[in-house]
């Protein structure tokens, strides 16, 4: 209950006029204005609010004066800015970033549902290097840029090779094996490389001979 209460005492200094304008609840009311049924609920209409007051709290009790978020969260980020002004007088910043998305324009993301785990508890480093392996060729050369410390030299080319044979998919192996071994090492992507070999170009007698102890 008292939780509840500090979340609603907040409330009057954040305008519903201004929460409307956010280009994010914009988009999404004129997106399900015409099926029935369908909208943005309260649940998600309030999650600015909870965002604004989380950036509050982290404020005045631990210093933070930055919050960073994907470019979907600008609108949130913002409201927590003027609500730390109107509370504190003080000020709060935002920095956000280009959101990564598929070839179809999809969210790359766990509430999207195709996300990936650093921990390999939560996704085993052979998934984890197949995840890369399978991106499409439309975004490879994206992510080249924004997963790997290649220079953009390097990338360019590696992307002219690429074009010559699609099919051998060069700069998903190279996305994958940089990728696998900045967060699991050297030897963890070795073997996930050996594995996908194996199971993949080689002939079931081959696959057979899989050692289990070379798949991370």
């Not at 099919?167 to 490389?193: C, D, F, P, W, Y």
């Amino acid at each position: 209950v008292f939780g509840s209460l500090c979340f609603f005492c907040y409330q009057p200094l954040l305008i519903v006029n201004n929460m409307l304008s956010k280009e994010s609840v914009k988009s999404r009311i004129e997106r399900d204005s015409e099926i029935e049924d369908v909208g943005m609920s309260f649940t998600e209409f309030s999650y600015s609010l909870l965002q604004a007051q989380d950036f509050l709290h982290l404020y005045k009790n631990f210093g933070c004066k930055i919050q960073i978020g994907g470019s979907d969260q600008w609108g949130n980020i913002v409201s927590g800015c003027d609500l730390i002004k109107k509370v504190t007088g003080g000020t709060g910043y935002g920095v956000t970033l280009p959101l990564l998305t598929t070839a179809t324009g999809e969210k790359l993301g766990k509430s999207a549902g195709n996300s990936v785990w650093l921990s390999s508890h939560k996704t085993p480093a052979y998934d984890f290097y197949q995840y890369w392996l399978r991106v499409s060729d439309q975004v490879v050369g994206k992510l080249l840029r924004s997963f790997t410390f290649l220079s953009l030299e390097e990338i360019e080319q590696i992307e002219k090779e690429h074009l010559k044979s699609p099919e051998k998919r060069s700069a998903q192996k190279i996305l994958a094996a940089n990728v696998t071994s900045l967060v699991h090492g050297i030897e963890a992507t070795q073997k996930s490389q050996e594995a996908s070999k194996i199971l993949f170009e080689t002939s079931i007698e081959s696959q057979l001979q899989l050692d289990p102890d070379n798949i991370p």
